[in-house]
């Protein structure tokens, strides 16, 4: 069975860091372009950021509220994806999901989602 | 970046119901659109990308049209469990940004 699991979410301070991670199973990331979205509790979707492939060799794209903050990075070996948090502010509260972006499709397949909450 | 609008917010209707509902970007994505479901407590789910192509196992009930900024998602008989908060999302450039959704509810 395919499936993604996001792990490494919690409760961090403001001005604090995290790392999430976004594991796979069933299929080989690294095929598949990985985004991340966010939703802010009673909120909307917000896509954050995507990873693309191998072929692409793992170039990385940003929101406007996270660049310079975040950070996308891949790891072939565990066939999974993470996302550093750095520099954390309390509008980053959300719970975070990966999904997986095949060429010519986007998110066919997402993670359960991981809670991500910043507060002093 | 480009912004996405949905119509209307939300709305209340009945099984077996038509449903039509309306995404509209500030400028073109040619057909990189996609259309998401959501259930509370649970993730986003494909139904739609390409503005039209189905996702593999999603009810041949929900079909999706349009091209350049304007976009519907149908339900041609809505049942029950069709609710939840709707989404669509263009990826024709970055930022890839959703729309504030669309609440379906049954009466």
């Known amino acids: 069975e395919e499936q993604l699991v996001e792990s490494g979410g919690g409760l961090v301070q403001p001005g604090g860091s995290l790392r999430l991670s976004c594991a796979a199973s069933g299929f080989t990331l690294s095929e598949h372009s990985t985004d991340w979205v966010r939703q802010a509790p009673g909120e909307g979707l917000e896509w954050i950021g995507r990873v693309g492939n191998k072929a692409s060799r793992y170039r990385t794209q940003y929101a406007a509220p996270v660049e310079g903050r975040f950070i996308i990075s891949t790891d072939d070996s565990k066939n999974s994806v993470y996302l550093q948090m750095n520099s954390l502010k309390t509008e980053d509260t959300a719970v975070y999901y990966c999904?997986?972006?095949?060429?010519?499709?986007?998110?066919?397949?997402w993670g359960q989602g991981t809670l991500v909450t910043v507060s002093s | 970046a480009i912004r996405m609008t949905q119509s209307p917010s939300s709305f209340s209707a009945s099984t077996g119901d038509r449903v039509t509902l309306t995404c509209r970007a500030s400028q073109g994505v040619r057909s990189s659109l996609a259309w998401y479901q959501q259930k509370p407590g649970e993730a986003p789910k494909l139904l739609i990308y390409a503005t039209s192509t189905l996702q593999s196992g999603v009810p041949s009930r929900f079909s999706g049209s349009g091209s350049g900024t304007d976009f519907t998602l149908t339900i041609s008989y809505l049942q029950s469990e069709d609710s939840a908060t709707y989404y669509c999302q263009q990826y024709y450039g970055y930022p890839f940004t959703f729309g504030p959704g669309t609440k379906v509810d049954m009466k």
């Open positions: 999904c997986r972006s095949p060429h010519g499709s986007i998110g066919d397949l």
